[in-house]
């Protein structure tokens, strides 16, 4: 086991270490595309093709299964050059996957996994599109922004809600004693007229007068509230804060748009290289030997290699979305996957007047177990998605494969799912995937099982919640 660890570090150390630094230009044929924009763009457009269910999956995402009670957690690292380096950890959700290494051993069903994801351009037709009317639109209104930012700033810097308080508190003090001086003068007016139509009159302008003076008394009563607060100490530099970050809130939500929004095409391609191991823990069975030795608990440590070419393809136009991965998988593993699993039923007598007995179940494996053997698996992954311009609403997963092994017939599997993204207003980016699927196992039935195709199948539920990107440090 020490020796595979070692074997596989060495070899994606080397694989990792031995690419040149290029730029993404050079590497992807995308010639105008800088590395902080390129990281942007795969965080809004993977978020979408993250999934526990894809062999090559790209980007920082946490997977829980419900066939198999499994966690998964992945990380990604985008490097300059537009290269990206995965690595990946399952075990079973009840034991966790915090407990990896035991003294340089696997801990039980545990599996780590590291890829190196290479962007090629291998028909000279890779493109990130852009929709040039919508980035200058949202550019003008960085600008816009910033502008007004400016303009804002400037104000506080003058205090010039102190003086428009102040200029207001003034306007409406004079506005009081023209009042107070009008009331005053129609008061008299009031006593001394004899007539009673014109007193009816004179009333009516005193009703008015006072109105407007209790609503001028209630404005200047506000706008002392207001000067109060703006005089306490620190207001301004608050204030200011606040404008600051309005200003870099409303700038981050246009950049997302950038990237969103301005972009109406992509057509990539990528090669993925990477190795892992992968330990399980069972219980063998063999009715062969004497009852104390017929149930035997064992582990293995599988070493893989893997290789494929993926693709990658959307359009704001069409939301037709295509994801697939072509690849092959080598292990050096043992044959459990093709021995039968079996359930042994242990009986113990409480008493036996009345009689009464209880009994504990184990799940084993029987047949010829063999280990440190050749494994080929071959595989297509392809997901197509469905929605409207605004958004993907769910994709059509579809993943055949077939596994060669030493000393034994092609066994091959057939999966079909739905996957359901679903997004953040802001961005459009992927909070959760969501797939549900139902996988035929051994189509041909080269194992020999007495259940039907249709009763060969595995049905479950996988969800993955996408994270973004790491980007290296400078």
């Known amino acids: 086991m020490k020796t595979k660890s070692i074997l596989l570090i060495w070899l994606i150390l080397t694989v990792s270490q031995g690419i040149t630094a290029q730029t993404i230009a050079d590497q992807t044929g995308l010639d105008s595309i800088g590395h902080s924009e390129f990281k942007k ?54 034991e966790g996957v915090s407990g990896f290494l035991t003294d340089g051993e696997l801990n039980k069903n545990v599996a780590g996994k590291i890829t190196y994801h290479l962007l090629i351009n291998p028909f000279s037709n890779n493109s990130i599109k852009r929709n040039s009317f919508e980035r200058d639109k949202i550019r003008n209104e960085l600008i816009k922004i910033e502008n007004e930012y400016k303009k804002d700033s400037l104000d506080i810097i003058f205090r010039k809600d102190s003086l428009d308080v102040i200029y207001a508190l003034e306007k409406n003090l004079n506005k009081k004693k023209q009042l107070d001086t009008s009331i005053k003068k129609d008061s008299v007016k009031y006593i001394n007229e004899k007539d009673v139509n014109k007193k009816g009159e004179i009333k009516l302008k005193l009703d008015s007068l006072n109105y407007a003076r209790a609503i001028n008394k209630f404005e200047i009563e506000k706008l002392n509230k207001k000067l109060d607060k703006i005089n306490v100490e620190g207001y301004f530099e608050e204030e200011e804060e606040k404008l600051l970050q309005k200003k870099e809130k409303d700038i981050e939500a ?83 996957n093709s021995l039968t699993s079996v359930t042994v039923k242990d009986f113990e007598t409480i008493s036996e007047e009345p009689s009464r007995e209880s009994f504990t179940t184990q799940n084993v494996f029987t047949g010829d177990y063999k280990e440190d053997i050749s494994q080929l698996l071959l595989y297509f992954d392809y997901y197509r998605y469905y929605g409207n311009k605004e958004r993907s609403y769910f994709a059509l997963h579809i993943n055949p494969k077939i596994l060669f092994q030493e000393e034994s017939k092609p066994v091959s599997s057939l999966l079909f799912g739905i996957l359901v993204p679903f997004k953040k207003v802001k961005d459009q980016s992927s909070i959760v995937n969501i797939e549900v699927f139902y996988k035929l196992n051994d189509i041909f039935n080269n194992l020999e099982s007495e259940k039907s195709l249709l009763n060969r199948n595995t049905i479950g539920l996988l969800a993955s919640f996408p994270i973004n990107f790491n980007e290296p440090k400078k």
């Open 41 to 94: 763009i795969l965080n809004l457009q993977f978020s979408k093709i993250i999934t526990g269910n894809s062999f090559q999956s790209i980007g920082n995402f946490a997977a829980i299964s419900t066939t198999d009670e499994s966690l998964k957690l992945g990380g990604s690292i985008l490097r300059k050059n537009g290269s990206i380096l995965t690595i990946e950890a399952s075990g079973g959700a009840t």
């Open 254 to 336: 246009n950049r997302k748009k950038i990237y969103s929004q301005s972009i109406s095409g992509i057509n990539i391609y990528w090669l993925s290289f990477g190795g892992g191991v992968k330990n399980n823990e069972f219980k063998y069975f063999n009715k062969d030997v004497d009852f104390e030795n017929q149930i035997k608990k064992d582990s293995y440590t599988t070493l893989k290699l893997s290789a494929s070419i993926s693709h990658y393809k959307w359009t704001n136009y069409k939301k037709s979305d295509i994801y697939w991965s072509l690849g092959l998988n080598y292990a050096l593993g043992d044959n459990l």
